[in-house]
């Protein structure tokens, strides 16, 4: 047996998991030497002279002897992870069946290394329709790539377990009803995934406002009309008191109703003493915008002034439950614009979070110009800004009110993705971005996402992990490290057939931003098509697959290039403006995507592709919402 040294303490639940990925792993880089089986291993956290909040290790391995030391057990699994991939090992998708472990003698082994985490905040949070398997397997992947948090949003995760058994918008699959029972079962295992890796467990979102009046089902329309005790605590507007569009959730309350503070107040704060095991909860208001009460009381302040107040509330009954939960702030449509009056009376508690979701992929945040003023607030009569400056205008004037921790919450890999055929547009603007997030003040970066985008591979979400790790890496050196390991020896052949695809993609036209009938983008799109057909032929001659892996990779980007021969054939009639041929190739597309969905299950998230290309790209979706 190999010797193993960890703290006996409350916290060594993480350390052993550290431990036995290290076995595992040990065991196929050195194909169970009898020497590895004699190998010391010490793991440790340092907390005398490292403070825990950051992530940070030191790594020293020999042949015969390996000790990492961290600033909490996280940061020792991470140093594990580190460690591995300094001895060959790649993790480039989630899942095991991904990863590659090269053979290794045990005398090779020298490593000394000391590092700490660029950024506090690195990880991701969910969306889409997602199995148990995929959750599980992301939770899995996010500490091999450098990152430490995971945001199951909501109360609960339920509605992206529905879209995937239900199999929202692909009746090619038939539809798995998960039970009550079934459904806390894996509340709990996901938990305990998050659990066992240290993972800062995010949790809330905008679902309080609903819970507070009784209505528990985020996103969910209520087939009824509130009752006379309910209505009396939502917002007026245009003097009435209803749910916005029949959705609870999109509603918010009055905010200066007495009965409805307390309500929220104490919605949030039963939730956290529930839930000892959240790091970070997210207390948002309603989702939606121009939705804000139009009463008198409510008229006399700003939506921050009273919410901040309303955090404020929530951290003194935080304070006296003796709960350090953190809360996160959220930065988005009508609270972009700061509090005017209210200031936070505990700014320890809170993470300010900045969501852009609004604003453009084509350019990074490092490439601005000038920042504007920003705008006055108007009561239910606001625009969301749209250029990076606008954007940034209102970042600023918060981090003046109000300087908190704080990271962006952006949404590259949520919708705009799509549109970049190649992925490789996407990713660097994903590397940009991260290298410029110091210059705005920001500590990290959570990719609100899909899970399963990972089609052709998962290189944008690689580079968000490897780069909240170390932002000065090159990438050049992060496209090599990816690409090689995926697809072989061409690999430069099959980045440049990417990058090629992504000069022929429009993350914003697929996202809805610019006008629909636009004949720069029919050529681009129809160029692309072009060029997908006449390439992947000769491209898919040059692979001569070595590994497992390798060969899977193929298979992905066999089914991606008609994938992008049929879509681009769909967007590129849709700008021409003749919707007809545009329905007509886009109906082949839906059935190409959803015929092979259970091919290309951990790659591609049919339910979301389908959403956002018939919510803000054009199309039409051919079964009921
Ligand atoms: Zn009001």
């Keep these: 047996m190999m010797q193993l040294h960890y703290e006996m303490d409350t916290r060594n639940e993480i350390l052993r998991f550290a431990q036995t990925e290290l076995t595992y792993y040990l065991d196929h880089l050195l194909g169970g030497t009898a020497e590895a089986q004699r190998m010391d291993i010490y793991l440790e956290v340092n907390s005398d002279e490292w403070d825990p909040v950051d992530d940070r290790y030191a790594i020293c391995a020999r042949a015969s002897h390996i000790d990492i030391q961290g600033s909490n057990p996280r940061s020792v699994l991470l140093g594990v992870y580190r460690l591995l991939f300094e001895l060959g090992c790649r993790f480039p998708l989630p899942g095991r069946a991904h990863e590659y472990v090269p053979q290794i003698s045990l005398d090779s082994i020298t490593v000394n290394l000391k590092e700490s985490a660029a950024f506090r905040h690195r990880g991701v949070c969910i969306e889409g329709a997602d199995s148990l398997e995929n959750i599980l397997a992301h939770i899995d992947w996010l500490p091999k790539i450098g990152c430490n948090s995971f945001f199951l949003q909501h109360l609960e995760p339920e509605a992206f377990l529905d879209n995937w058994y239900s199999h929202k918008y692909n009746p090619k699959l038939v539809p798995e009803e998960l039970s009550n029972n079934r459904k806390q079962q894996i509340y709990q295992e996901i938990n305990r995934a998050i659990a066992c890796r240290g993972l800062l467990h995010h949790r809330g979102g905008h679902g309080w406002t609903s819970q507070a009046i009784g209505f528990h089902h985020a996103c969910v329309r209520s087939g009824q009309k509130p009752s006379a005790s309910v209505q009396r605590l939502l917002a007026e507007i245009d003097g009435r008191r209803e749910y916005w569009n029949g959705v609870p959730s999109n509603t918010n309350l009055c905010y200066s109703e007495p009965d409805a503070r307390r309500a929220f107040e104490e919605t949030v704060v039963q939730y956290a003493q529930a839930h000892p095991n959240v790091d970070y909860l ?32 929530i951290d003194a009954q935080l304070t006296a439950s003796g709960l350090s939960t953190h809360i996160v702030l959220l930065l988005y449509q009508e609270l972009l614009w700061p509090p005017i009056k209210e200031k936070l009376n505990n700014p320890s508690r809170f993470t300010l979070m900045f969501a852009p979701i609004s604003r453009t992929f084509s350019r990074s945040y490092s490439q601005r110009g000038s920042i504007p003023p920003i705008p006055p607030y108007v009561r239910n009569k606001i625009e969301l800004p749209h250029s990076l400056e606008e954007n940034i205008a209102f970042l600023e004037a918060w981090q003046k009110q109000c300087p908190l921790d704080s990271f962006i919450y952006d949404y590259p890999l949520g919708r705009a993705h799509y549109g970049d055929l190649g992925y490789h547009h996407i990713a660097q603007i994903i590397w940009q971005d991260i290298r410029g997030l110091r210059e705005l003040g920001l500590n990290g970066y959570i990719s609100c996402q899909e899970l399963r985008a990972a089609s052709p591979n998962a290189f944008p979400e690689y580079v968000i992990g490897r780069m909240l790790w170390n932002p000065s890496q090159s990438f050049e050196t992060l496209e090599e490290e990816y690409y090689s390991v995926l697809y072989g020896v061409h690999w430069q052949e099959i980045c440049s057939y990417l990058t090629t695809i992504s000069k022929y993609s429009s993350c914003d036209y697929f996202n809805g931003i610019g006008p629909r009938q636009d004949p720069s983008m029919e050529d681009l799109w129809k160029q692309g098509e072009l060029f997908v057909s006449r390439n992947y032929p000769h491209v898919r001659n040059l692979l001569h697959t070595q590994t497992p892996l390798q060969n899977q990779m193929v298979s992905l980007l066999d089914y991606h290039a008609k994938y992008c021969t049929l879509l681009m054939r769909a967007l590129s009639a849709l700008a021409a403006g003749d919707n007809q041929t545009a329905n007509l190739h886009w109906i082949n597309f839906m059935e190409y995507i959803r015929n092979a969905e259970l091919d290309f299950q951990p790659y591609l998230d049919v339910y979301r592709v389908l959403e956002v290309a018939t919510k803000y790209t054009g199309f039409s979706l051919d079964m009921p919402r």
């Design 282 to 313: 997210h207390v948002w208001l309603a989702d939606e915008y121009n939705n804000i009460c139009e009463c008198d009381q409510c008229r006399a302040t700003t939506p921050s002034d009273q919410y901040i107040s309303l955090l404020n509330g």
